[in-house]
């Protein structure tokens, strides 16, 4: 090899250490010993080490601290821990804790390299992935901004340029069709039985329309996740509502509907994100939008389920009504026929349909 890899082998008990030094060395690999972790902490503080080979058994700082202190202190060195036989459910806990592997004691030598290897190739792989996801943090970034630039640049943003927009949005995470333009047809005719007026209307419109614009600024291993995302990737979701508030309120003829973006997972009762705003604190564009939205999601196909019948839908909105819902827009969206919602939804598929053909 090239560079000589160089791992710490953390045992106190002397001979066990040399054993593990000599054989390792004459394996190609540059060894170095500590007798404590105390002592290990000190030479990790000041040299570069690519894995660390520690007993959990110790005086002073056993094994799992030492663990635990490595992960927090010096994420880039992997850790394989050596424990007894009696000490499988401690072994355990330290793979939990982020142990690259473990290795029984009484150990064969030949088993240390080979479990030092494959502790060094999945250590290697985890770096190239944090490496790869960094790069693409960096490119999502570079595309909020790139995204936020051309809508500014525009003196007016045109339905055409919006539509295209909006049609990669729905591509890219894979939405039911048209969901985006549906949600916002479901949302001006509710604007109309509440007697919005047209200008404040229009903006409802191309806010519910453009309301997961943000979501550009999501990664794709978060957004296309197909099973539950971590605590840390809803933190990284749930930003995606003032990335499209960044991204639409640059353009002067967007700056209502950047609004609507902003608020559109804010709910009634003050449990809803990203400002915990409460009752008519939310816009009112964004309380209408959530009955809208709340209808389609129901009642339209997903990969992973069929729609349901716009009975479900109705009384799941009845059910949340001045908890999630204002219950001023659930009247109103009651006072509504099945009928018509099912024709607007039908209108605009096939409009999105033609637009696709032409």
Known sequence: MSEQIRVLVVEDEGPVRALLHDYLQSRGFEIHGAASGEEALVLLSGEDFDLVL???R???INGMDLLSEIRRRHSGVGVVMLTGCEDVSQAVNAMKTGALDYI???????NVEASVRRALEKHGESRRQACYLRDLEKTIEERSVALRDTLRSLKEASEETLEALVAA???REH????HSKRVSE???HLAEIM????????AMRKGAM???VGKIGISDTILLKPGNLTVEEWVEMRRHPEIGHWILNSVESLKSASEIALAHHERFDGQGYPRNLKGEEIPLGARIFAVADSLDAITSDRPYRQGRFYEEARWEIIRNSGTQFDSRVVDSFLRVSPEVWDHIRRATLEAWSAERAN
Do not use: C, N
């Not at 029984?104 to 030949?110: I, S």
């Not at 007697?195 to 229009?202: I, K, L, P, R, W």
């Open 54 to 56: 520690s007993d959990v």
């Open 186 to 188: 479901y949302t001006v």
């Open 104 to 110: 029984l004691k009484p150990f064969r030598l030949e």
């Open 58 to 60: 110790m005086p002073g």
């Open 210 to 212: 453009l309301h997961d």
């Open 195 to 202: 007697d919005v007026s047209s200008g404040a209307m229009e």
């Open 169 to 171: 949005l729905d591509a």
């Open 175 to 178: 939405q039911t069709l048209a």
